[in-house]
Antibody, heavy 118, light 111 residues
Framework: EVQLVETGGGLIQPGGSLRLSCAASGFTVSSNYMSWVRQAPGKGLEWVSVIYSGGSTYYADSVRGRFTISRDNSKNTLYLQMNSLRAEDTAVYYC????????????WGKGTTVTVSS | QSALTQPPSASGSPGQSVTISCTGTSSDVGGYIYVSWYQQHPGKAPKLMIYEVSKRPSGVPDRFSGSKSGNTASLTVSGLQAEDEADYYCSSYAGSNNFVVFGGGTKLTVL
């Protein structure tokens, strides 16, 4: 079964760091484009970052320089390292498989919640 | 403020059709075929319903259809059913700088 499972969310103080993980099963992370999308409480979806199968990475302006997307091929897992966290980063973070790298996100995890608060 | 503009709400009775619009610019919706629509039920992850403007993934009922004219994309749900009640988000590829932009979402209510 094709599946994504996010972990690593929690309560963190402003300025802190957190690393989210997204374990994949049923397909190979390194052979696909993989994205992170977040949703603030009561708000819409916001694309955060993508890593191409070739390794290129892209970020939304709101997180560029603070967040880093990466993957561990041996663990078939995607990561999102989040530094210098702000209150506005509070959201449910979803990982998703993008089949063609052009906004065809066909497999989504259930999400992990990040709360940035003092 | 979202990059793409959607109406906040839409509604229809069972069996009726409803169309949700999504307006962007020539840098996103108008410039690419890579427009997708996602359905999200409360507390659940989004689900891909339409990709490349009008294509349906396997398993999505043909009651869901998509189209595009200029900078505006549309999602039409025909033969409304109770389980169609959800939030719907449009999104578009927007080039290598912005990559993907989303609309603010439309809450579809089945009366």
């Amino acid at each position: 079964e094709v599946q994504l499972v996010e972990t690593g969310g929690g309560l963190i103080q402003p300025g802190g760091s957190l690393r989210l993980s997204c374990a994949a099963s049923g397909f190979t992370v390194s052979s696909n484009y993989m994205s992170w999308v977040r949703q603030a409480p009561g708000k819409g979806l916001e694309w955060v970052s993508v890593i191409y199968s070739g390794g290129s990475t892209y970020y939304a302006d709101s997180v560029r320089g603070r967040f880093t997307i990466s993957r561990d091929n041996s663990k078939n897992t995607l990561y999102l390292q989040m530094n210098s966290l702000r209150a506005e980063d509070t959201a449910v973070y979803y990982c998703a498989r993008d089949r063609d790298g052009y906004n065809l996100m066909d497999v989504w995890g259930k999400g992990t919640t990040v709360t940035v608060s003092s | 403020q979202s990059a793409l503009t959607q109406p906040p709400s839409a509604s229809g009775s069972p069996g009726q059709s409803v169309t949700i619009s999504c307006t962007g610019t020539s840098s996103d919706v108008g410039g690419y075929i890579y427009v997708s629509w996602y359905q999200q039920h409360p507390g659940k992850a989004p689900k891909l319903m339409i990709y490349e403007v009008s294509k349906r993934p396997s398993g999505v009922p043909d009651r869901f259809s998509g189209s595009k004219s200029g900078n505006t994309a549309s999602l039409t749900v025909s033969g409304l059913q109770a389980e169609d009640e959800a939030d719907y988000y449009c999104s578009s590829y927007a080039g290598s700088n912005n990559f993907v932009v989303f609309g603010g979402g439309t809450k579809l209510t089945v009366l």
